[in-house]
């Protein structure tokens, strides 16, 4: 099945040490999204890359930053974890071009700071 | 400004019962407004979608309603099951773009049998 599949799952790390999350698709979507999940709160976009265009939200932090080397391929960096950054990341993928597509999400990793 | 603002935050139903979730906006740039569910522990899925020249839209057991001059639109779940028990959130397509989505804070629904 075509899908978006991140990793870990699950991802400890400690507070101030760079920490990596990937994501990968086998869907062929041009768009790649990344975004934040606080605890009972609303998806919040980070970023995205529209092919191998990066777009960076106004307000994303510059401690998170993100890497494409691939159409398959994405991944966040985030510099110096603070305890703040502690949320689910969310990947998520679309076709790009003319008229709404939808956006598909994969499970999540859940970050920890300690 | 870009906002979706999502009510109840929480809501418990009865096996059986219509579950009621409101969204509202103030941007007029929003072209399409999708529901997504998610269950603890994975990322949302979609669950249905609705542009804003149609005032309703129905899949199975699931309806949206579309008010485009109130600025408001919901999601009806009929005959709900404990099987729906997850969170809901509306969304809101920024037009033009890149398919940037304004999420609502969510609702989390409980279905009791």
């Known amino acids: 099945d075509a899908m978006v599949i991140q990793n870990p799952r699950y991802q400890v790390t400690q507070f101030g040490k760079p920490v990596t999350l990937s994501c990968s698709q086998t869907?062929?979507?041009?768009?790649m999204y990344w975004y934040q999940q606080k605890s009972s709160q609303a998806p919040k976009l980070l970023f995205h890359?529209?092919?191998?265009?990066?777009?960076n939200e106004a307000d994303t932090p510059d401690n998170f930053q993100s890497r494409r080397p691939n159409t398959s391929f994405c991944f966040l960096d985030i510099r110096s974890p603070g305890l703040g950054d502690a949320a689910m990341y969310l990947c998520?993928?679309?076709?790009?071009?003319?008229?709404?597509?939808?956006?598909?999400f994969g499970p999540g990793t859940r970050l920890t700071v300690t | 400004q870009q906002q979706v603002k999502q009510s109840p935050q929480s809501l418990i139903v009865q096996k059986g019962g219509i579950s009621i979730i409101n969204c509202a906006y103030e941007n007029t740039a929003f072209d399409y407004f999708p529901w997504y569910q998610q269950f603890p522990g994975k990322g949302p899925a979609l669950l249905i979608a609705?542009?804003?020249?149609?005032s309703e839209k129905k899949e199975g057991r699931f309806t949206i309603s579309f008010n485009k001059s109130a600025k408001q639109f919901s999601l009806h779940i009929m005959d709900s099951q404990p099987g729906d028990s997850a969170t809901y959130f509306c969304a809101a397509r920024v037009s033009g773009g890149y398919n940037k989505l304004i999420f609502g804070a969510g609702t989390r629904l409980a279905v009791h049998p």
């Open positions: 609705i542009r804003p020249d149609v």
């Open positions: 890359y529209y092919d191998k265009d990066f777009n």
């Open positions: 998520a993928t679309s076709l790009g071009g003319q008229g709404v597509h939808e956006q598909y």
């Open positions: 869907l062929n979507h041009n768009v």
